[in-house]
């Protein structure tokens, strides 16, 4: 038989549903894959197969009462440390969270499970979902499944690289400033950072996120072929009314031609040679498709990352500088101060006109798009960085921070982005991103898809 952790997620749940492989054996089968890769590259930090067995279990029951166990029946999926999933402990990498123990399901955890996914374990994220690299002194380190020298990304790297290792179909991850779409770029996969809004999402296990969290970070998938990601997008997107940022608009919007821009250097961003490849190899893959593709710039991006720091900030600094001290992970502390050093203690009227300001960055980006309803960027100026290149020097950050302008200047405004897979420059994996206007996941899924069949889809990699 097929080794079923081989197959997407959305052949899984046919045969599943069809009653040809039980939930049951699709969980065994990617319980084994776990034990057998895992170890190599930690992406899964907590799990209880007696648990994943009995979430199984009830997805048969109810294939056998003739029930609809939902879209996503048997897929075994993972899900980000940072995410409240009820009895385990929401950690997001730190040693003074291990006892947070959650009492109930995130909006988004809720959804997977009644959309009739398996939860397999859960990823591993840097301390604080800090940074664009997986290390905590929790959890350990998560390796790159296709090679352990470079990062997985972050913070959604254990995510990433389970999905990468065939390690669930579908992986949750978090978004902020690039935490869904790097890891996926690192590792070789697909991911989507879905519209503000789009996916409900909240932690009762803790205080409310002040205005910048909650502008600008968001849950959604990473997957192996688009449409999985589109298909975990659906099953993720359904009401809770618990988020009230939650919008139920339809998944599929009004057509628009297919018309995409070529951005290779938005806002002056230096890229080096191997990503300029990919970016017009992909233009040329919907070109074939029948896309028309223009090469133009994009609408500011330095300024909404800017402000994007200044309002994650102004949250951190009321609290996170001393739960840093508290954890005393020196990772963390050294990127914190590098944060702190590009963006000085702002007063009130800064925090009031970094507001006002993001309504006009949302108007350009939405005109932009009015005339070019997708956008080819580049998800990174570089190929995946260096494991810990971040907090090798202050040099080492901010390179790390100019690479990736893309990833922190779009969640200023809410809007979508998806990460695609192109394939590998060397042993590194190289990719595209895909912007497109609030609620138009799905020109940006339909974009992927014909970038996605024009080359070879990822497959599962065993760890280099």
Request: proline letters at 9%.
């Amino acid at each position: 038989m097929t080794d079923l952790w081989r197959l997407s997620a959305a052949d899984l749940a046919a045969r599943v549903r069809r009653r040809e492989v039980s939930a049951a054996e699709a969980a065994r089968d990617a319980l084994a894959r776990l034990e057998a890769v895992n170890p190599a590259i930690n992406a899964v930090v907590d799990l209880r197969p007696e648990e994943t067995l009995a979430e199984a279990a009830r997805v048969d029951a109810m294939l056998a009462r003739g029930e609809d166990p939902g879209p996503l029946a048997g897929v075994p999926v993972t899900i980000k440390v940072n995410a409240d999933q009820k009895g385990f402990a929401t950690t997001n990498g730190l040693r003074i969270q291990k006892d947070l123990i959650a009492r109930e399901d995130n909006p988004v955890v809720a959804n997977l499970r009644r959309a009739g996914a398996v939860i397999l374990g859960r990823t591993n994220t840097p301390a604080f979902s800090l940074r664009w690299f997986t290390d905590n002194a929790l959890h350990g380190r998560t390796r790159n499944p296709r090679d352990p020298a470079l990062t997985p990304g972050g913070s959604s790297g254990g995510a990433g690289a389970a999905v990468a290792t065939g390690i669930g179909a579908i992986g949750h991850g978090t978004d902020i400033g690039g935490s869904i779409r790097y890891p996926a770029y690192a590792c070789g996969v697909h991911g989507l950072r879905p519209t503000l809004g789009r996916v409900p999402a909240w932690n009762p296990s803790g205080a409310e996120r002040h205005i910048g969290g909650q502008l600008m970070a968001v849950s959604g998938p990473l997957a192996r072929t688009i449409a999985d990601i589109r298909l975990a997008f659906a099953a993720m997107a359904a009401r809770d009314i618990r988020d009230p940022w939650w919008v139920g608009v339809p998944l599929e919007g009004p057509p628009a031609p297919k018309r995409a821009a070529l951005c290779l250097r938005p806002d002056g961003l230096a890229i080096v040679p191997e990503v300029e490849a990919a970016l017009r190899d992909a233009a040329r893959r919907l070109e074939a498709a029948g896309w028309t593709v223009e090469e133009a710039e994009t609408p500011p991006l330095r300024e909404p990352a800017a402000l994007q720091l200044m309002l994650w900030l102004a949250e951190s600094r009321r609290g996170m500088n001393e739960a840093i001290r508290r954890e005393g992970e020196p990772a963390a502390s050294f990127v914190m101060a590098q944060m702190e050093a590009m963006c000085p203690l702002p007063d009130v009227n800064a925090l009031l006109d970094a507001l006002q300001k993001r309504a006009g960055f949302v108007r350009q980006w939405m005109l932009f798009f009015e005339r070019w309803p997708v956008a080819i960027t580049p998800v990174s100026a570089e190929l995946p960085f260096p494991d810990g290149l971040d907090v090798s020097s202050p040099e080492g950050f901010r390179r790390c921070w100019e690479a990736q302008l893309t990833q922190v200047g779009l969640p200023l405004m809410g809007l979508p982005g998806l990460a695609v897979a192109t394939g590998l420059a060397g042993r590194a994996p190289v990719g595209v991103q895909l912007l497109a206007g609030r609620y138009r996941e799905d020109l940006l899924l339909e974009a992927g898809a014909a970038i996605e069949a024009a080359g070879v889809p990822p497959a599962p990699v065993d760890p280099a």
